[in-house]
């Protein structure tokens, strides 16, 4: 059964500024039972089930923080006031005013704090750093060390002086991280006071170490990775090495700014160290820029603040930035500057881009990363490799992450499920352009000879997702998720037209979908497509028409249809002639490119080592079984005895070879060669199913093991080698290599016979 409990609360002078209270009841256990505003002098409880003598009360000022505190240890760390209860012959409370010390250190103070999202985004080779739009940002305050540092335990504190004045110990696994995962850090912000800096150690003395200024003025180290010895003051030292816990405690609160960059090296300290509670979470604009105000407590000087990122990720908030707490900390923030966060992970597309403007359609890339302008349009056999004329059209040059254009040239076909991402202008969609269709025919078989396939509509289903907000209550909520269908549909006659989707997502949310957002930006991947389900490997047309509100095809002017720039991406250009179906009168029909696909996979083997013992030409198993020795004939030096074998294939020779052959153990690399699977190489001969060879003396192969001295006499030398074959297929889907890399390795042991 409830027990009413009023507590009075008076404070012993009145604020200058109104100052909303809370208070809090705990019961014996620690736990939170119940809070309440404090109203007109009156904390009224409603839901305690003890006599008000069975309970902690504390009272706090209303903040962010302590509304979402639930621990005494929280509210005390915030200077919580715990009053001591007395109670009248009646049994009616009685406490005393909160004392003005609480009171002068419970206002809080706004803080603007401003900042950007980048990443380095490479597109066809270009890279540079561009803004991550709408992403969510968390900023969180840390707590002062000095509030934690009195409460580690003193078998911890005795510990941390070892890892500073000999920075070589193994260091302990850390704990979990307080608020979630771990990035390895690549530098860290630590802000450093530079006049007990230099009590502490000599910058120039640590390797790869300097010391710039934020823009407000704050000084800040950034350190790579050293374990070179801190020169320490020896007031310091001397204290650090008492073994006596009170002394070093207080050597580390006197100069805790000074030890941040070491406790960054130390993780196990962490849990220790570094909390945090997040107090404001923000969106990035289209520019991936962030602006907001927070308020802290006076008490605390200037704010420590981390910050964590999330994105939206097939319609799933997900983590992509969260560092270590310890090494990713901006000490002492001062307020208004601006904040950068470099975000590396993969899955973070670059989707953010200046509105365009009139009426025009930019096709921008094959999946994330093909550049339209770089898919080769001419016929040309200008690209030769190994002595054989490449055939170059519809082949890309792209170079992905993990997936590298060894040789350079156009020679990647495409393959697998196809995308092709486009951005719509600002007056899109209107009466006289609403649709859009893709089509593609067969024109070219996979050996390049001519075909002639009838055009068929690309009508996979589009949507276009985006995320917005609701009301949940009076409270808004920020993870909504949908997708607005683009198509397929007919219109009138036409069949298998999509929507051309408008520049705000505004315009085609349902109600109660508050803020909503294009999740991929102004970028469309408008069509999508399964390149195994077309008519075969081979050369194909792509065409883009459009159509208006009546599903009739419009031809429009030439400028409509613009590409990236060859090399730069931006600025965006015109689309040349050979990207257009043009009319009799000059306008454009359509948008067109051509685009090779080849899905088949690539072959890797190595076959047994073969040798020639009479010399004559006849090579035959150095072994019938697969123990990998090879015997050789000691008496002929020079002659080609060996012959190393392999098979790197794909049926249309789409693919990169890799071979290395490594003796011994001291890492000698011999016998190797990389080229194309296209034909022979300056040391590998081709046959016509795709088995290099190359033939060897035991003397080339064994080099300086040839001869060895044993017992005073020269002996006839032995070795043992690995083969590692390495074959990479070159089709890509735009975004990455679409077939797995063959890797296999072999071994085998010259030894004479």
Not at 34 to 60: C, H, M, N, Q, W
Not at 180 to 191: E, S, T, V, W
Not at 217 to 223: K, T, Y
Not at 363 to 373: A, F, H, P, R, Y
Request: proline share 8%; hydrophobic share 40%; net charge neutral.
């Amino acid at each position: 059964m409830a027990t009413p409990v009023s507590l009075p609360v008076v404070l012993q002078s009145k604020p200058a500024e109104e100052l909303p209270l809370l208070a809090f009841a705990f019961d014996q256990k620690g736990q939170l039972v119940e809070k309440v505003p404090v109203v007109k002098g009156k904390a009224d409880f409603k839901t305690l089930s003890a006599p008000a003598g069975e309970y902690r009360f504390l009272i706090a000022p209303a903040h962010e923080k302590t509304e979402n505190a639930d621990s005494l240890q929280l509210l005390q760390d915030m200077k919580a006031y715990e009053p001591v209860l007395e109670f009248d012959a009646k049994g009616a409370i009685r406490m005393l005013p909160i004392p003005d010390n609480y009171i002068r250190l419970w206002p809080f103070r706004k803080c603007r704090v401003k900042g950007k999202l980048i990443k380095a985004f490479t597109v066809h080779g270009v890279t540079e750093d561009k803004p991550v739009c709408r992403a969510r940002v968390h900023i969180c305050e840390v707590d002062k060390i000095t509030w934690l540092l009195p409460r580690i335990p003193d078998y911890i504190i005795e510990k941390i002086p070892e890892y500073i004045l000999h920075p070589d110990l193994p260091i302990p696994l850390p704990e979990p991280d307080p608020i979630g995962p771990i990035i390895n850090p690549q530098r860290f912000n630590a802000a450093i006071r530079p006049v007990v800096a230099d009590r502490l150690f000599n910058p120039g003395s640590l390797p790869g170490t300097t010391i710039r200024k934020q823009k407000a003025g704050a000084p800040e180290i950034r350190m790579e990775e050293s374990k070179a010895a801190l020169r320490i003051s020896p007031e310091i030292r001397a204290s650090l090495t008492s073994r006596n816990i009170s002394a070093i405690r207080k050597t580390l609160l006197d100069n805790i700014q000074l030890f941040h960059p070491i406790f960054c090296k130390i993780p196990f300290l962490w849990p220790y160290l570094y909390r945090c509670d997040e107090i404001k979470t923000v969106y990035t604009d289209n520019f991936g820029r962030f602006d907001t105000e927070i308020s802290y407590f006076v008490f605390g000087d200037k704010p420590d603040l981390y910050f964590w990122v999330e994105y939206l990720i097939d319609g799933v908030w997900t983590t992509v930035y969260r560092p270590a707490i310890a090494c990713h900390t901006w000490w002492d923030y001062i307020c208004g500057t601006e904040v950068t966060l470099r975000l590396t992970d993969p899955r973070v597309p670059w989707r953010c881009g200046s509105i365009l403007y009139g009426s025009t359609i930019w096709i921008k890339t094959i999946g994330e990363s093909t550049n339209v302008s770089r898919i080769k349009q001419a016929d040309t056999t200008a690209f030769t490799v190994h002595g054989h004329a490449y055939r170059e059209q519809g082949l890309t040059d792209v170079a992905l992450p993990n997936s590298p254009n060894r040789f350079g040239g156009y020679r990647r076909p495409f393959g697998g499920g196809i995308t092709i991402r486009v951005q719509f202008s600002f007056d899109l969609p209107k009466a006289g352009l609403k649709y859009y269709r893709w089509s593609a025919r067969k024109v070219k078989n996979a050996d390049m000879s001519a075909a002639s396939g009838s055009w068929m509509t690309l009508a996979n289903p589009v949507a276009k997702g985006y995320a917005y907000s609701y009301l949940v209550g009076a409270v808004i909520k920020p993870d909504g998720y949908a997708s607005y269908p683009l198509g397929p549909v007919t219109v009138g006659t036409t069949q298998h037209l999509f929507i051309i989707p408008p520049v705000e997502a505004s315009t085609i949310a349902t109600a109660g979908q508050l803020f909503p957002w294009w999740s991929t930006g102004q970028d469309t991947f408008c069509v999508n497509f399964d390149s195994n389900a077309m008519q075969g490997d081979g050369l194909y047309e792509l065409k883009m028409e459009l159509f208006d509100k009546d599903g009739h095809l419009v031809a429009v002017e030439p400028t409509v249809y613009q590409m990236p720039h060859k090399d730069t991406f931006t600025p965006i250009i015109n689309a040349p002639s050979e990207n257009l179906v043009l009319n009799g009168a000059g306008k454009a029909v359509a948008f067109k490119m051509l685009m090779r696909f080849d899905n088949n996979e690539a072959e890797g083997e190595i076959y047994k080592i073969k040798t020639d013992p009479e010399s004559d030409g006849m090579y035959v198993d150095a072994s019938p079984d697969c123990c990998g020795f090879v015997p050789y004939n000691s008496g002929a030096d020079t002659a080609h005895q060996v012959r190393l074998t392999f098979r790197a294939y794909q049926p249309h020779n789409f693919a990169d070879f890799v071979l290395n052959v490594i003796k011994g153990t001291c890492g000698d690399t011999l016998a190797s060669d990389s080229a194309m699977v296209i034909g022979s190489t300056a040391k590998y001969t081709r046959n016509f199913q795709s088995v290099f060879l190359h033939d060897y003396s035991p003397k080339e192969l064994l080099g300086e093991c040839a001869l060895k001295m044993v017992d005073g006499a020269w002996v006839e030398g032995k070795a043992a080698f690995a083969e590692l074959l390495h074959v990479q297929p070159l089709a890509v889907n735009g975004t990455s290599q679409v077939f797995g890399n063959v890797n296999t390795a072999a071994a085998f042991a010259l030894e004479p016979a």
